[in-house]
């Protein structure tokens, strides 16, 4: 069978190697008993897509189109099921990937430096680390950049923060615990127009138990940035923890409740077998995932490919 023999992508190979033996492996040894389709060959898939997290609503969504395109094209093989399956998954980022932009080309269209970035997600997610390997990947890409450490809700995430703002060797703006964080904000806005930065990293509080707080907080560093950069902030990305599995889409849902997510940053995929919460996230928010933390190197961070994931996917 051709699936079994084509040499496998070598991007996100090691990164994906937990998610690829729950899945690919489930999925090969499933078409392999079954020379011939037979009415329960469908069950079988949809069990295998549940268990790698790709969540109810988007494993119904292709289960449906795969039994429609069945029906309609007359598949009788498994070769020809395989194939499909991967389309249809694939068909799922496709037009959101191909509407996104890149963060280098949007960090080069704004008009007015530096370009704001506010960066949320729960505590626990890999958020510290994820901004010191972000600094350090927009640094290696020619940019200026500088990091504001405005979760003053916890003395360890300035101390964190700035650890990896040395490795990643960028400045740090920062103030005491239980600072005001918007004014920690502005001083990180003000410091980086006026030293003519490119990019600018807040880190914020994660403290999601407690909603309404953390509503009130991003609504006021927002306005406080406003005052210095009137479209700020320019993007705001969710940091997410792959191997909290369908945890994840709870917590995409309660941001996007009351922030405009723009994109999504996926830590420590390398340690789960729950890879497939990729899928689900972008199928059911239409968020796109712009990078993988997949270590703890400060290099550790790669750009997101929908077509090239779900290839080493399978």
Same mark, same amino acid.
């Given at each position: 069978?051709f ?9 996100f /190979? ?8 729950s899945?690919f ?13 037979d009415?329960n060959i469908i069950?079988?898939?949809?069990e295998i897509?549940l268990?790698?997290d ?6 119904i969504?292709?289960?449906k189109?795969l039994?429609?395109?069945?029906q309609?094209?007359?598949?009788i /093989?498994s070769?020809?099921?395989y194939?499909?399956?991967k389309e249809?998954?694939k068909?799922l980022?496709i037009?959101?990937? /191909? ?6 080309t ?9 370009y704001v970035i506010l960066?949320?997600?729960?505590n626990?997610?890999g ?11 927009l640094?290696k890409?020619g940019?200026h950049?500088?990091?504001g ?5 916890r003395?360890?995430a300035?101390?964190?923060l700035?650890?990896w703002?040395k490795?990643a ?13 918007a ?18 990293l807040?880190?914020t ?5 407690n ?6 907080e991003?609504?006021k560093?927002?306005?406080?940035m406003?005052?210095i950069?009137?479209e ?19 917590q ?11 994109s999504?940053i ?6 789960t077998?729950?890879?497939g919460v990729?899928i689900?996230?972008?199928?059911q ?7 993988l ?11 997101f490919?929908g077509k090239?994931?779900v290839d080493?996917f399978?």
């Amino acid at each position: 069978m051709f699936f079994l023999k084509k040499k496998r992508s070598k991007v996100f /190979n090691h990164e994906l190697k937990k998610t690829r033996e729950s899945f690919f492996y489930k999925i090969k040894n499933l078409f392999l008993k079954k020379s011939e389709i037979d009415i329960n060959i469908i069950d079988h898939i949809e069990e295998i897509l549940l268990s790698a997290d790709i969540g109810t609503q988007t494993t119904i969504k292709i289960i449906k189109n795969l039994e429609e395109r069945i029906q309609k094209e007359k598949y009788i /093989n498994s070769q020809d099921i395989y194939n499909v399956l991967k389309e249809e998954i694939k068909a799922l980022f496709i037009n959101i990937e /191909n509407t996104c932009l890149d963060l280098e080309t949007k960090i080069y269209k704004i008009s007015q430096k530096p370009y704001v970035i506010l960066i949320v997600g729960v505590n626990g997610v890999g958020k510290t680390t994820t901004i010191g390997k972000l600094a350090f990947f927009l640094k290696k890409k020619g940019f200026h950049v500088v990091i504001g450490a405005a979760d003053t809700f916890r003395a360890a995430a300035i101390d964190q923060l700035e650890i990896w703002s040395k490795k990643a060797g960028v400045p740090l703006i920062k103030q005491h615990m239980h600072a005001d964080p918007a004014s920690v904000a502005y001083d990180t806005l003000q410091s980086a127009k006026f030293k003519k930065k490119d990019v600018v990293l807040i880190d914020t509080a994660g403290r999601l138990q407690n909603r309404k707080h953390l509503m009130e907080e991003l609504s006021k560093i927002s306005r406080v940035m406003k005052k210095i950069i009137p479209e700020s902030p320019h993007e705001i990305i969710l940091i997410l923890d792959a191997t909290t599995g369908q945890n994840a889409f709870e917590q995409v849902k309660q941001f996007t409740s009351f922030v405009k997510i723009s994109s999504i940053i996926l830590t420590k995929i390398e340690g789960t077998a729950k890879g497939g919460v990729v899928i689900g996230i972008m199928d059911q928010f239409k968020i796109p995932i712009q990078y993988l933390g997949i270590g703890e190197h400060i290099q550790d961070l790669k750009e997101f490919n929908g077509k090239k994931f779900v290839d080493c996917f399978f």
